[in-house]
Structure formats: C-alpha cells, structure tokens
C-alpha cells in the first residue's frame, strides 16, 4: 500500500474508498494515460461503493433477517408453484415504492421465509430500511410493552420501518389485544410503507383466523387490497433426515 500524505489525509477525512483507489492508481503503469478528471472520476465512484457497501451492511445488520436469502440464490428448479415473471417484477422494488404488499402463503418447508428474506435483502440493497420480526414474538413484545411503557416506541418503530416482514402470520389464535396491536400496526402503514407476510394459511382463510369479524375486515381491508400474492405448493424443501 502506499504510504502517500495524501492517502493519509484522506484516512483522515474518512474517505477511505478514495485513498484505497488513490493507492491502487499509483501502483497502475497504464494511470497517466487517463485525465485529471477521469481519474478523480474514479476516486469518487469506489468512495461511493464504498459508502453503499457500507450502509447496505447495516441495514441488514438492523433488519435481523431469520435467513442470509439472496434473490440469486432463490431456487426456480423445485416444483412449488412460484410465479417466476411476477418474483422477477418484485425484484426491481417498484412495490416498495407504491407501498404496496406482498403475501407468501404455502406449507410449511415450501420457502415462504427464504423469500421473504430475499425479498427483504433486494429491499436493503436498494435503500429501503427493513425489520424481519415473527408475529409469535412480536405480539408477544407489544403486551410486555404495554406494562413496562415501551409499547408507543415500538409501534413508532414499526411504523417507520420502510419494509416490515411479519413471518409465520395465522399460526396461533389471537387475543383481543393482539388484534387491536395489529390493527394499529397496519393503519400506521396503510399507503405509507409495505409489509411482506408469509403464513401457512392461504389469504382467503386470514379472516375467520383473526378471530373478530370487524377487527378482521378492518385488518385485511388495509393489507390485502394492495398486496401480491405469492401462493406457493409442493414438497418443503427442508431436506428429509438419512436414516443412520
Ligand atoms: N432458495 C433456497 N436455497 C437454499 N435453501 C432454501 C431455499 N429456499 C428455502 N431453503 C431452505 O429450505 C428450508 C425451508 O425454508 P423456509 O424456512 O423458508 O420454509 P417456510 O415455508 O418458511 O417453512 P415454515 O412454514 O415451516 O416456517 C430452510 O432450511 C431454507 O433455508
């Protein structure tokens, strides 16, 4: 590495993009054929990678994903229905941007949390702040909070978060409580931000599961209408243990 004031300096001011490229060029006999500008230019990408790379690793780190999914890992080739056109569409983020939902219904095994994750790691990466919580724990948290005081906060971090995904959703009955914390939830959110929900239920049986025929079409009113649906079936892709 060189040892150049400059490269020093530019540590300094914490553009260490800059001073790794700005090493890397004074090591490059082909460099001086470039301009003074092309060779700033280039300066000023990799700082701009750099800051990317870097703010991409934290929005991951915050969002907590269950799965290290990526979309280019997600796997096309086992048979389990998945709407390869309507997976691609959702991949450019433009359903982030029109706030809208995204719903993943199958059996269990079948992935819904692999690509929710992936969803959610194509969401970061495009400068989206991202939670991944469980409903089994989050509905939980919301009744801790209400006696400790910390319920209004994270329904305010909820509420902020760009792309919320709620795993396995419809896998308990809910209590009153629990119905009326989600209620909030989603009408903080309604037009405003997205959720991804993944649920061994199919969409069609979430209403008699939540219990309360009011509290239910106020919930779904608010999540479903402006939501993608990917209804997933097949054998889980959980690999099945070898005899020993
Ligand atoms: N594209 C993939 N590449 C590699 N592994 C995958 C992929 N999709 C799913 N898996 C693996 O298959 C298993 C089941 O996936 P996942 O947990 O997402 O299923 P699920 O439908 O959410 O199940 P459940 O309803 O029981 O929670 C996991 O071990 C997951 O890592």
Redesign the pocket.
Known sequence: MLNHPTVERLHQLRLPGMARALASQAQSPEIGQLSFEERLGLLVDCEAAERESRQNTARLKRAGL??A?TPE???FR?PRRLDRALFARLMTGRWVSDHQNVL?C?????????????LANQACRQGHSVLYVRLTRLLPALAIGRGDGSYLKLLAQLAKTEVLVI??WALAPLSDDSRRDLLEIFDDRHGTRSTII???LQVEHWHASIGDPTLADAILDRLVHQAHTLD?DGE????PEKPV
């Open positions: 269950k799965q999914a890992d997600v796997n086992h993943i199958g059996p269990t095994g079948i992935g819904k949390t692999y690509l929710a994750c992936a795993d396995e993944t649920s061994q997933l889980s892709l959980r690999k």
